[in-house]
């Protein structure tokens, strides 16, 4: 079964760089989600999307914006980076109109190194 | 801010059942309780979730307790790649502009032993 896909799996970027990072959520979810896991930590939420639209903001920095296209794909914008933005970063997916009944999935996520 | 407690770590030998307990004493009607896991750096997989009757699949075993303040989640043959971060989640089933977000608390670490 096809399943969240993000893109770059692994970026490094120098600071006060700017870096983007992409998701492709299941086919037919409408919502999408992104986490921040820095090293020993639990995720943490930074944003959601639903049909497109912001629907919920969590500790996402100002620095950070993200937005969901046409196709639903996600797009996590992270400027003026920082060292202490180096962290694992999921995307997420889930839709009220499959079976699942609106699960959550998580892709693989992409690593983000800051140096 | 995370509604549940679990143990931090737990140890289980191959094989065995690994019950992981979870408290969620404030939890209300409209919510389920999910249970999620992360193989070291990788993604949270889904397990398994549940709003009052216990539920299984092929991965689990989900038991809440009747008044629903604490649950647990049943491995019944664990395996050395059953080693993982095991995290309780309580989340709202309302939606409000789409599905509601998963928060994260501690979770729990559990060890398969050979």
């Known amino acids: 079964a096809a399943g969240v896909i993000q893109s770059p799996r692994h970026l490094i970027k120098e600071k006060r760089e700017t870096a983007t990072l992409k998701c492709y959520p299941i086919p037919r979810h409408d919502t999408v989600y992104w986490y921040q896991q820095g090293p020993g930590q639990d995720p943490q939420f930074l944003i959601s999307?639903?049909?497109?639209?912001?629907?919920d903001k969590g500790s996402i920095p100002d620095r950070f914006s993200a937005q969901q296209f046409s196709d639903y794909h996600s797009e996590l914008n992270m400027s003026s980076l920082e060292l202490g933005d180096s962290a694992l970063y999921f995307c997420?997916?889930?839709?009220?109109?499959?079976?699942?009944?609106?699960?959550?999935?998580f892709g693989e996520g992409s690593w983000l190194t800051v140096v | 801010d995370a509604k549940t407690t679990q143990p931090t770590s737990m140890d289980c030998a191959e094989g065995r059942a690994a019950n992981l307990p979870c408290n969620h004493s404030t939890i209300s009607g409209n919510e389920y309780v999910y249970w999620y896991r992360q193989i070291h750096s990788q993604g949270p997989q889904y397990i398994i979730h549940g709003l009052k009757n216990n539920e299984t699949n092929e991965m689990a075993s989900l038991i809440i307790t009747e008044d629903r303040k604490s649950s647990t989640l049943i491995l019944p043959h664990a395996t050395l790649r059953d080693t993982a971060v095991y995290y309780c989640?309580?989340?709202?089933?309302?939606?409000?502009?789409?599905?509601?977000?998963?928060?994260f608390g501690q979770g729990t670490r559990l060890t398969i032993n050979p």
């Open positions: 989640i309580v989340r709202d089933r309302v939606r409000i502009q789409g599905a509601q977000k998963l928060v």
């Open positions: 999307f639903y049909e497109k639209m912001q629907s």
């Open positions: 997420a997916s889930s839709s009220d109109f499959v079976a699942t009944g609106n699960t959550i999935y």
